[in-house]
């Protein structure tokens, strides 16, 4: 029985408690801010390659102010870095990644009518729509957006008088930051107990797909963490505003003493990195989730190791709390404290190598189909098992001392993020777009679409672990102040030209995406033959659901290619046969 | 201009929008469906795979012969070699498991790729020895790396200063100094609030161990000398980057940071080795502003002599600020 | 959704609601740990409007106990949400009377006569007061309801929702004032 009521523009399109139009909600606006934040990276990129040349391009879009002659201004420059990284980092791979995927897919995995309280599903959305709002509002203030690094360490982030961009644009930033976290928040309340009570019957929590596992495990980590960055942001508010000296202290600055004593700066680190390292779990779990289901369903095999997966994902995200201060090894930390959380960090290195493997041990003997969703779930692999290891040298805190804040750095977390975690977000769209939309997105752009990324992608990152073994720092506006780095120009030049390339094919992805709403060929109800719940709606879409009764579950996700059964699938929700056991 | 720009794109969308439609009319003539994925579709996309993962491994070796001449020189203090050892120990262990890894994952795609009808997977769920085996190996690789990396960390943060001459180096927007605590070795000590004109690092001239002090443009280092660099900041955090000898430390306004380290090689050695342009330097490498990208101070490293020589030349604190008046 | 499911449901999202929270203040709490540790953290004596502010608060979560039984045995329960409702708004007050205790005493939010310790006695208060704010908000919808006769003995999840949430201010609040108690010694 479907829930039918008398549904307006309004009701069904903009403030709608339905999970699939909110999943959409979030996910157009994740990509709407996805390329604002990648054209950031084209602009500083320009700069960065071509240092002190002029670009009509960066005069077109940052006018005369801040690119005066078409050359970018080195406050600018910041401010694209600051808002690429917040964007990116927050509005799209967390927002437009689990905002998605966990409104999307949860209800229907599970086997439920929709989430446990569509209300608060609503408000999540519309926070995040209003911290949207706020993030564009603070690009066109006067004196620039903020600019101190998505990290916006004090007292950088606390002194207008520091850097233009710490004045009102970091306060709306500030603000739209808390919008973002309440948003994620509420969220969050949602996936939790909507996984924990609405599955439907037979559906136990050793039958989820990874998928539910994965984002059931990064709404425990967003409750228990983004509430401290909400405290960091605090104590800022009052130092910025109202001149407490939580992380202010000893300060001269502009010819001035400042009257504050007795703060901290370290002490913002703590609590940021608090919630700043589960945080990039809470971006890439989401994606180890999604690729495990597609790697599945196109390998046409279960995934290697099911239970091995869910304590590997409770690992990693039980390690992500205790591993914060290797963000901070350069800080003057106790050194044994220094000690701790490289032990703690490299540890996190045993989960993720057990997830790799079991990833190709599905790939082995498998019957490999190669969907554009497919590749992206490939490219995944590569990119997660290149980033990982790299981490293995960052989270050494001897080796730290002379990587830190490089672009040996830089490459790392865009290879784990930039890479692994969007390539998991796109291999999501591309999968699951015949569910959301009831067409499928064209083949061949997708293939088109993968393979310049890819290789872009790669072309843009890879060089960059050179230039900090080189000793680059990052968030330079330019390196040639310092005679050192002369011979990086090359290197630097083919990064800025992979980034364009890249740049422009995701163009591609965008224009496949909206023609493929609308004139994409129709979907069937199970194109890819997959065993989960959600492939048992009709391709209309309709509240609630299903038209009937939702379906029981009698089985694990995973039967692909099992032995005795007539096609190469079974449904979750296909009883078991007289004398098959469950696997 | 813009309007042509605006133009060109729209007629390049549009020109998409009717490729794709023709494609698609062509596969409803074929009676196909466009966007199926057939097993021509596995067997050339595997293959596309294949060649684009030989090419990225041959890519990666590629830049690694570039551009491994444009990496930082062989580290130029003690604690800095060890340093390279343990880096290039873990380099060669994510390298080799790079390589092999994507061999795999590469091999993998291809072999096993649904080329014809009778391609069929294996079930296999689970292996627990496997899974064993394959927790156990990493954990104990990680253990040797995880005691290996710990002792030189420790070697680092508990290297015996006793002997060791004190420097302090203060950052600010946008340039360095240092302090040398002159004939009585001691430091003089400081009060934020007293910055002001020619006292840009707030010394507390009442002390008298701040007289003999001496503020410098340039940090100059006895090469095979311990020096125990102290760091502070006057405004924001900056962090002193000294990448030639493997020095890294935050500055932070309110406290007191520091790091000890032995330099090895003297400037003009390093010219014979890298070429008559070569300098040490200190950057700056913590986002502090405008001018981030050029926070930066010449680092000399010499025989005790030339060192001895120059630091006569500079002019105490007590000359500079309590004669001059 | 059925009845039970709902309840439940709404229950288990106040309850992790309120466990994010409490990260929150974790957050506040681990600062004052870390800073109260090093130099410069003023002894301060905690102020009497305080003890008053404990004191109401609890008798407050204990009318609201009352309150469910009441409504359990089909009794109206609007004398007690209401005893609670304004109980709470003299938690308010007493805060509120507390902090003038506090700067007539010289301790300060910000400025010369401001110190680390008395920061974050205000912050930490301050936060907690806003979240009693959505309390008092709840306890306010929750008495019009009890008025109009809303509740019955087989329903009463506004009830039990707004007790929970105002239990954990409670809770909350003790556990903040013994830390402060003894962080300010």
């Keep these: 029985m479907s829930d039918h009521h008398n549904e307006t523009f309004i009701s069904k399109y903009i403030f709608s408690i339905d999970h699939k139009m909110i999943a959409k909600q979030f996910l157009i606006t994740g990509m709407f801010m996805g390329i604002v934040g990648m054209l950031m990276s084209i602009l500083f990129r320009l700069q960065l390659s071509n240092p002190g040349e002029s670009f009509a391009v960066l005069e077109w879009f940052l006018g005369d102010k801040w690119a005066p002659g078409g050359i970018l201004d080195p406050n600018m420059y910041l401010s694209l870095v600051t808002m690429h990284g917040t964007i990116l980092v927050f509005w799209v791979l967390t927002a437009g990644l689990t905002g998605t995927f966990a409104n999307f897919l949860i209800p229907l995995q599970i086997g439920a009518r929709d989430m446990a309280s569509g209300f608060i599903n609503m408000l999540s959305y519309w926070f995040f729509f209003a911290a949207t709002v706020v993030l564009l509002i603070s690009l066109f203030v006067e004196t620039g957006p903020a600019s101190a690094g998505w990290t916006i360490y004090p007292p950088l982030s606390a002194l207008p008088q520091a850097i233009p961009g710490s004045g009102l644009g970091q306060d709306l930033w500030l603000i739209a930051m808390t919008l973002f976290v309440v948003s994620s928040l509420l969220g969050g309340l949602n996936y939790i107990v909507t996984i924990l009570n609405l599955r439907t019957k037979g559906m136990s929590m050793s039958r989820l797909p990874l998928t539910m596992w994965a984002l059931l495990i990064v709404a425990i980590l967003g409750v228990l963490s983004f509430p401290v960055l909400l405290s960091a942001a605090l104590l800022l508010i009052f130092d910025r505003s109202f001149g407490t000296s939580f992380y202010l202290s000893d300060i001269v600055i502009g010819g001035e003493a400042l009257h504050h004593t007795g703060g901290s700066p370290i002490l913002f680190e703590h609590l940021f990195w608090f919630l700043g390292h589960p945080e990039v779990y809470i971006i890439l779990l989401p994606a180890l989730g999604i690729v495990s289901e597609i790697i599945s369903v196109n390998s046409r095999k279960p995934i290697f190791g099911y239970k091995a997966m869910v304590v590997s994902l409770m690992a990693i995200a039980f390690l992500s709390f205790i591993v914060w201060g290797h963000h901070m090894f350069i800080t003057g930390m106790d050194p044994f404290l220094g000690s701790v959380f490289t032990f703690t960090t490299l540890l996190i290195a045993i989960p993720s190598a057990v997830k790799v493997f079991n990833y190709l041990a599905t790939l082995w003997k498998a019957s490999i189909r190669f969907t554009p969703a497919m590749l992206f779930a490939i490219g995944f692999v590569s990119t997660f098992i290149t980033g990982g290891l790299t981490g293995l040298i960052l989270g050494d805190s001897a080796l730290d001392i002379n990587v830190h804040d490089t672009y040996f750095v830089v490459g790392h977390f865009h290879i784990v993020m930039g890479l692994s975690a969007i390539y998991g977000m796109f291999a999501g769209v591309y999968h699951w777009f015949p569910k959301m939309y009831g067409r499928m997105m064209n083949k061949k752009l997708g293939y088109i679409h993968f393979w310049v990324t890819f290789i872009s992608a790669y072309g843009v990152f890879f060089p960059m672990h050179f230039l900090g073994l080189a000793g680059l720092p990052r968030r330079y506006y330019t390196n040639s102040a310092f005679p050192m780095f002369d011979g990086l120009s090359d290197i630097n030049e083919i990064i800025t030209f992979f980034a364009i390339l890249g740049g422009l094919v995701q163009l591609l992805f965008v224009f496949n995406f909206f023609y493929s709403i609308f004139k994409g060929t129709k979907a069937t109800e199970n194109p890819w033959g997959s065993n989960t719940l959600e492939w048992t709606t009709p391709i209309e879409r309709i509240h609630g659901n299903w038209p009937g009764e939702i379906p029981s579950v009698h089985r694990w996700a995973y039967d692909y290619s099992k032995p005795g059964a007539e096609k190469d699938f079974i449904p979750q929700t296909e009883p078991l046969k007289e004398g098959e056991t469950e696997h | ?325 | 959704m059925d009845i039970n499911l709902k309840n439940n449901t709404s229950k288990q999202l106040l309850w992790i609601g309120m466990a994010g929270i409490s990260m929150f203040f974790a957050g506040l709490t681990s600062a004052v740990i870390v800073r109260s540790a090093e130099h410069g953290w003023d002894k301060i004596v905690m102020p009497e409007w305080f003890w008053y502010s404990t004191a109401a608060i609890i008798m407050s979560s204990i009318f609201l106990i009352i309150a469910k039984m009441q409504v359990r045995k089909g009794i109206s329960p609007t004398p007690y949400i209401v005893s609670s409702l304004i109980l709470g708004l003299l938690f308010s007050y007493f805060q509120i009377m507390g902090w003038n205790q506090l700067t007539s005493e010289g301790r300060y939010f910000v400025g010369p006569g401001s110190n680390p310790a008395s920061s974050f006695l205000y912050v930490i208060t301050f936060a907690h007061l806003m979240h009693v704010l959505g309390g008092i908000i709840s306890l306010l919808v929750t008495t019009i309801k009890s008025v109009q006769v809303k509740y019955t003995k087989e329903n009463y999840l506004g009830i039990e929702l707004t007790s929970i949430y105002w239990h954990f201010l409670d809770v909350l609040w003790v556990y903040l004032f013994i830390f402060l108690l003894v962080s300010l010694k």
């Design chain 2, 1 to 325: 201009m813009n309007i042509l720009i605006i133009l060109v794109a729209f007629l390049v969308v549009a020109t998409l929008v009717q490729l794709l439609r023709v494609g698609e009319l062509l596969s409803e003539v074929k009676n196909q469906d466009v966007n199926k994925v057939t097993e021509k579709d596995n067997k050339n996309q595997s293959m596309i795979m294949t060649i684009v993962g030989i090419l990225f491994l041959a890519s990666c070796v590629w830049q690694y012969f570039s551009w491994v001449h444009l990496m930082l020189p062989g580290a130029t203090s003690e604690h800095g070699v060890t340093i390279d050892n343990l880096m290039a120990f873990t380099m060669i262990l994510i390298i080799v498991v790079f390589i092999l890894l994507h061999i795999v994952l590469f091999y993998f795609i291809y072999k096993y790729r649904k080329a014809a009808d009778n391609d069929v997977a294996y079930y296999y769920p689970h292996n627990n020895k496997l899974e064993l085996i394959w927790t156990i190996a990493p954990t104990i690789v990680l253990t040797v790396v995880i005691l290996y990396g710990l002792s030189v960390w420790d070697q680092i943060t508990n290297a015996d200063t006793s002997k060791s001459e004190v420097i302090e180096v203060y950052g600010k927007q946008f340039d360095w100094k240092a302090r040398y605590p002159g004939e009585d070795k001691t430091l003089g000590s400081y009060n934020y609030k007293l910055v002001q004109g020619l006292n840009a690092l707030g010394v507390d001239m009442d002390d008298e161990t701040s007289l003999d002090d001496k503020v410098t443009r340039e940090l100059h280092l006895v090469v095979d000398k311990p020096v125990l660099l102290k760091f502070r900041s006057q405004d924001i955090i900056h962090s002193a980057f000294l990448p030639h000898f493997r020095v890294q430390m935050n500055c932070v306004p309110g406290m007191s940071t520091q790091f000890a380290f032995t330099p090895t090689k003297t400037t003009s050695e390093m010219k014979d080795q890298e070429g008559e342009d070569f300098e040490y330097v200190l950057l700056c490498n913590k986002i502090c502003g405008v001018a981030h990208y050029n926070m930066q101070m010449k680092v000399v490293v010499e025989t005790q002599e030339k060192y001895d020589a120059w630091l006569a030349e500079q002019n105490t604190l007590s000359e500079k600020l309590l004669t001059q008046k």
